[in-house]
Structure formats: C-alpha cells, structure tokens
C-alpha cells in the first residue's frame, strides 16, 4: 500500500508515518494505513497535538460549564487522562472517578486508567469506612 504525504492540520508541517505509528501503537498497521490514507482525515503534528489538549484541559478546569459540556462533547481520552490525574491531585475524587470512566469508555484499552481508577476506589471505600469509625 503506497503511503502518501500527510501534514500537520494546524501548522502544516510535513507528518511521518513512523511516528503516527508510534504514537497509536493500539492499532495494526493495516488500519493505521487505512486510517492515514483516508482523504478526509486530518491529524496533528505532536507538537500542535499536545497544545490543543492542554488549551482543552485548561478551559475545562477553568469553567464548570465547560466541565459540564465536555462530558457531553469532547471525545479526546488523552484530554481525559490529564484531567483525571489533575482532579485526583487537586483531591476531587468525583470528578476524577467521572474522568477516569470517561476515559475508559473512549479507550477501553487503557489498562493503566483502569487499574489508577479500581485504586481510586479503594481509596473511596477506605475513607468513608474510615470517617464512620470517626464519626
Ligand atoms: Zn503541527
């Protein structure tokens, strides 16, 4: 299958195919050539790629009705992940619970989200019998 040239959406920057490999390595090659031919499919360079999911991040954290909206319409787990992991450091175990199912319901083959939210559980389960001996 002939490999033709693809280039970054935003910057325009000319895309290796190697490196788009690298980067999905959760498909085979046959569907990423699938994938990367298609005429109507646009991808980012890294670079332009990690920007848009901190802007992303960042207006999600910002507002609670961007937070609201993105549950409805923003399908990036890579956006999820970063907001989970920022949610459970900031102490916010709903939300990050909320972002890790996300998460795994955009990327069922995240094994590490997985396993980050069955400890998120057990850390839940642990506090709350823990405030009912305190309290
Ligand atoms: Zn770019």
Same mark, same amino acid.
């Given at each position: 299958?002939?490999?033709?040239?693809?280039?970054?959406?935003?910057?325009?920057?000319?895309?290796?195919?190697?490196?788009?490999?690298?980067?999905?390595?959760?498909?085979?090659?046959? /569907?990423?050539?699938?994938?990367?031919?298609? &005429?109507?499919?646009?991808?980012?360079?890294?670079?332009? #790629?990690?920007?848009?999911?901190?802007?992303?991040?960042?207006?999600?954290?910002? !507002?609670?009705?961007?937070?609201?909206?993105?549950?409805?319409?923003?399908?990036? &787990?890579?956006?999820?992940?970063?907001?989970?992991?920022? #949610?459970? !450091?900031?102490?916010?175990?709903?939300?990050?619970?909320?972002?890790?199912?996300?998460?795994?319901?955009? !990327? &069922?083959? !995240?094994?590490?989200?997985?396993?980050?939210?069955?400890?998120?559980?057990?850390?839940?389960?642990?506090? /709350?019998?823990?405030?009912?001996?305190?309290?």
């Amino acid at each position: 299958m002939i490999i033709s040239k693809k280039y970054c959406w935003a910057c325009k920057k000319l895309l290796n195919f190697d490196e788009f490999k690298e980067v999905n390595q959760v498909f085979d090659e046959i /569907k990423l050539k699938k994938l990367w031919n298609h &005429p109507s499919l646009q991808f980012y360079c890294c670079g332009c #790629y990690t920007k848009l999911v901190r802007r992303d991040v960042k207006r999600i954290l910002l !507002d609670q009705n961007e937070y609201e909206q993105a549950l409805k319409s923003n399908f990036n &787990p890579t956006v999820w992940r970063r907001l989970a992991i920022i #949610y459970y !450091d900031k102490g916010d175990y709903k939300r990050a619970e909320e972002a890790y199912n996300r998460v795994l319901e955009l !990327d &069922p083959t !995240d094994l590490n989200s997985a396993k980050n939210l069955r400890c998120l559980y057990q850390k839940l389960r642990k506090s /709350k019998i823990s405030s009912k001996i305190n309290g």
